[in-house]
């Protein structure tokens, strides 16, 4: 008999056993889940109600290429008319001519134009050789292969947006770390050299006090993003959009409410009047 009880009590206390490891378990993954979920849905509704710096960020990513095709694709078209000229003989022009004419064009970060056999004539107005392939853009014209790229000769002035419509500062870098797009702030300005490494220095030395600031490294260049540090915070501004949705909704309900009732009154007197006019119709006829 006490073996039996023995036995059952060990039975019990397996079963209990078992049965907290597994409600353990499925807490413990109903917390994680739950956790995801909130951070996901935390994540979306920030996207979508417009978290300043992350959409500026996502803007500048989207922008960037978009800047670059239609800066190559303004310099391709003016490379071709003035290829078109000096290349109009038989014989390759003269290299001392098309590098004077070369030096006029400030975006142009190098040149070289071959044939199937050899390179004939090379040019680099900044840095000492060509980048990577993901950097050059090609064409041919009358016969001959040309490669060029981006960039900024020296003494010219990178470009500077002033007008993008964002309130961070920026700084984008091509592959050869040349400064194509750059955009600073009243928050973010730098005083030194705007090269690779000043940015990176400057960046080391503000990244404690700044919120969401990030080097984001493309796949053709390198993007220093500073965003405001002023802007109204998420939570505030879910607040306030959801306080203009329940106003908007309640509004919405209130108009649709008034025209139903005021369709539900006019319908009720065309009826009344209808009445009406059939009665006086029946005592005229009576008479």
């Known amino acids: ?150 960039g900024r000769q020296t003494g010219i002035v990178p470009v500077e947006f002033l007008k993008t419509g964002l309130a961070c500062a920026f700084y984008y870098f091509s592959e050869d770390e040349t400064l194509l797009y750059f955009q600073e702030s009243s928050e973010w300005k730098i005083t030194t050299e705007k090269s690779i490494g000043e940015l990176n220095s400057f960046f080391k030395t503000q990244n404690t006090n700044c919120q969401g600031c990030e080097v984001i490294r493309l796949i053709d260049g390198t993007l220093f993003f500073f965003p405001s540090q002023s802007g109204i915070s998420f939570w505030l501004r879910l607040t306030i959009n959801l306080l203009l949705s329940i106003c908007a909704f309640v509004l919405t309900i209130f108009f649709f409410r008034s025209f139903w009732i005021r369709n539900r009154e006019t319908l009720r007197k065309a009826i009344q009047t209808k009445k009406n006019l059939d009665q006086e119709k029946k005592s005229i006829l009576s008479q």
């Open 1 to 150: 008999m006490k073996r039996n009880l023995k036995s059952r009590k060990n039975k019990l206390v397996s079963i209990m056993k078992r049965l907290f490891f597994i409600i353990s378990s499925l807490l413990l993954f109903w917390h994680q889940s739950v956790a995801a979920e909130t951070f996901h849905f935390e994540s979306t509704v920030s996207e979508l109600l417009g978290n300043p710096a992350t959409v500026e960020k996502s803007r500048l990513l989207e922008w960037i290429p978009i800047w670059r095709k239609e800066e190559e694709s303004r310099l391709e078209v003016y490379l071709k008319k003035v290829l078109s000229i000096q290349l109009k003989n038989s014989s390759f022009p003269n290299k001392e001519k098309l590098k004077t004419e070369f030096k006029k064009i400030p975006n142009l970060g190098g040149i070289r134009i071959r044939n199937q056999k050899s390179t004939l004539f090379y040019q680099v107005s900044y840095g000492v050789e060509f980048p990577n392939l993901s950097q050059i853009r090609s064409f041919t014209i009358k016969g001959y292969y040309v490669d060029f790229y981006l």
